[in-house]
């Protein structure tokens, strides 16, 4: 239990681009809800990425962070769709590093997307993308 937690702080101060964990708090404090230009770059780019993302459901997205010391922002996706077998694979995190309003590079199952501290909103629109 303590090997894993310790290899969860490695891990979260890796992705965290070596802020501190008050640092941290208060970038998770500031949080803004992501611009909905970035929303419409992440269902865009869901498009392709996922295997089937038409059966996309249960999505939500994390508030925006940003990190002072890389001068990148962040977001966590949560998703529920299928797989290549045609299962739901259950929900799934993402995080999704942006710059300059550019999606730049995700990270899957981010130890950073199970901070309690994230504060979460529905996520309509990458739903929507069942509509299609």
């Known amino acids: 239990m303590k090997q894993k937690l310790l290899m969860l702080a490695i891990a979260g101060m890796a992705l965290s681009g070596c802020q501190t964990q008050a640092e941290l708090q208060t970038a998770m404090t500031e949080a803004k809800p992501a611009p909905a230009s970035v929303k419409a770059a992440i269902v865009r780019d869901a498009r392709d990425y996922l295997v089937d993302p038409y059966s996309v459901r249960d999505a939500e997205i994390s508030y925006m ?13 949560k998703a529920n769709a299928k797989n290549r077998m045609g299962g739901y ?38 739903e929507a993308l069942r509509q299609l």
């Open 65 to 77: 962070q940003f990190n002072k010391h890389s001068k990148l922002h962040w977001v966590c996706v």
């Open 89 to 126: 694979t259950g929900r799934q995190a993402v995080e999704v590093v942006v710059r300059n309003g550019q999606l730049v590079s995700n990270l899957p199952n981010s130890p950073a997307c199970n901070s309690p501290s994230l504060k979460w909103q529905a996520f309509p629109e990458l």
